[in-house]
């Protein structure tokens, strides 16, 4: 076949490029290019490899499947090659699903794992996988298995239910599943009561649906009753816990609190239902009614939460909370109380890691060093200088927060050096150390910091004398650098009247700070 031009997925671009399109292992061959013109031809040979990988499907060759009808089974099939494999199935019923497909029930995936929706009995069987690519197909065969479901039972699998003396109960049971299953029902006493059939108790009888009848409750029919679904699949089971009320009597605390933690129990019986409260350390007392008035406003019972069945809650421990707490539950028919001692645990401070220990700031600038600490009781914070003196409180230059923090206001050269931040209680103390340096230096003159010399000069009675700063002083650094050398340059004497004269002392000294001689 001779191309010249565009030919399907072949061109031959203007320079004389072949381009293949799309190029696969059919493509492989020798291309022969071949030029001419009057004066002669000429021809290349060129020899086209297409590099392929077969098929491989990476999931184990033979595999099991198990599935209760009516779920969802997938079952994967990842394959790798070059090209790119496709990936088909065989079903059970030996129909084929070649790629992507999506069925009612049936449907592959772009990544070939196959999918079955509400498997049933009749989809057991064995499935195969094919990956194949113009290099070569791979296999994995699935077997699956399809059991039938267990039994279910549509009502809670716990329930909690209270009567009245001489009442009639129903507790339904409703089972499904297939096969259908059988109910029973095993009473609190472990007396077994099976649907359409006499029960020991006349009482007690059990419909067709499952459902437990009680009649004419007493209190000593209290305890648990057990529904028991079974069937060749499986069982399923559900307990139901009867509260029979019993006389009016008065209350009585019967579980104390033993927690260690910031619950605090006190569960009482008695009929009517005992109202609790809490009598506080500071003679205060929580109760629902003081709880849901609170609730919307703050204040200290929001501190406190009373729970429904009389477990106090300590919202936010402190040393505060330490004391006696009383509780109290009352009817109509009397009152019972009982004591709790609550010892609060300290904690020692712990300063918290801050943003950052290390500042470089310029002169006149301000800074933040955070030390926020926590600790029961709540710790004090104080921070030491550099100069080893201790702040606690707020300052002209030094501005403490609440939290602890430390702003550094106007900063200056002397301010530079480690600070140090320390929390303390009476459990104990923790610290943290800040450095701060300035960027800046301090003032010299002729570029010497140290080593001056002292130059003094007279000068005679009624004469003029000038210090000229600039011949024996090079000014240099910071504002009170500057002041100095102006001092320098000023008149040594004053004009009194007429004349020139030097106040007070024939002889007036000037001083000027030289570099000295090493």
Not at 191 to 205: F, G, I, W, Y
Not at 324 to 332: G, K, L, M, P, W
Not at 453 to 467: C, G, L, M, P, Q
Request: with cysteine; glycine share 8%.
């Amino acid at each position: 076949m001779t191309i010249n031009g565009k030919m399907g997925k072949f061109e031959v671009f203007q320079n004389g490029t072949l381009s293949i399109q799309n190029a696969n292992i059919k493509d492989r061959g020798q291309y022969l290019c071949l030029a001419e013109n009057e004066q002669g031809s000429d021809k290349l040979l060129v020899t086209l490899s297409v590099v392929a990988y077969p098929s491989r499907i990476l999931e184990p060759k033979v595999r099991e499947i198990k599935s209760h009808s009516g779920k969802t089974v997938e079952m994967k099939c990842k394959a790798e090659g070059r090209p790119t494999p496709l990936v088909s199935w065989i079903l059970a019923n030996l129909t084929q699903v070649r790629g992507h497909y999506s069925g009612p029930r049936v449907s592959v995936t772009p990544e070939g794992t196959l999918l079955i929706n509400q498997v049933s009995v009749y989809d057991r069987g064995h499935y195969k996988c094919i990956a194949s690519n113009p290099a070569g197909a791979d296999t994995a065969t699935v077997r699956l298995q399809v059991v039938a479901a267990p039994p279910g039972i549509l009502e809670a699998k716990r329930q909690q239910v209270q009567a009245g003396v001489g009442q009639s109960l129903w507790l339904p049971c409703t089972a499904q599943g297939s096969p259908q299953p059988t109910v029973h029902w095993v009473l609190y006493d472990g007396t077994a009561v099976r649907p359409l059939k006499p029960s020991v108790d006349p009482r007690v009888s059990v419909f067709a649906n499952g459902t437990l009848h009680l009649t004419d409750t007493a209190a000593t029919d209290s305890g648990k009753y057990e529904c028991i679904v079974t069937s060749s699949t499986g069982s399923e089971r559900r307990v139901v816990t009867l509260t029979v009320e019993k006389r009016d009597m008065a209350p009585e605390i019967v579980e104390a609190s033993h927690r260690r933690t910031e619950l605090v129990d006190c569960k009482a019986s008695g009929t009517p239902e005992p109202e609790i409260s809490w009598g506080l350390p500071d003679g205060t007392v929580v109760n629902s009614a003081l709880q849901s008035d609170s609730s919307s406003g703050g204040g200290r019972a929001r501190r406190y939460i009373l729970f429904e069945n009389g477990t106090l809650y300590l919202n936010q421990v402190g040393m505060a909370e330490e004391g006696d707490y009383t509780c109290y539950a009352e009817n109509q028919l009397g009152k019972d109380e009982m004591h709790v001692h609550i010892t609060v645990v300290t904690a020692a401070p712990r300063i918290r890691t801050p943003s950052r220990t290390y500042a470089q700031v310029k002169p006149g600038g301000k800074i933040r060093f955070d030390c926020e600490a926590t600790g029961e009781p709540k710790p004090k914070i104080l921070w030491m200088l550099p100069t080893n003196d201790m702040i606690a409180a707020s300052n002209e230059r030094y501005l403490m927060h609440v939290n602890g923090s430390l702003d550094i206001q106007d900063v200056k050269l002397v301010d530079a050096g480690e600070y140090v931040c320390m929390a303390r209680n009476t459990a104990g103390d923790d610290s943290k150390v800040y450095k701060m340096d300035i960027d800046g230096k301090p003032p010299v003159i002729n570029g010497y910091s140290q080593n001056r010399t002292v130059v003094k000069d007279t000068a005679t009675k009624y004469s003029r004398k000038f210090i000229d700063s600039l011949r024996s002083c090079t000014e240099e650094g910071t504002e009170e650098g500057t002041e100095e050398g102006e001092r320098g340059k000023r008149e040594a004497v004053q004009r009194s009247g007429g004349g020139s004269e030097v106040k007070r002392e024939a002889v007036q000294r000037r001083v000027c700070s030289l570099p000295g001689k090493s």
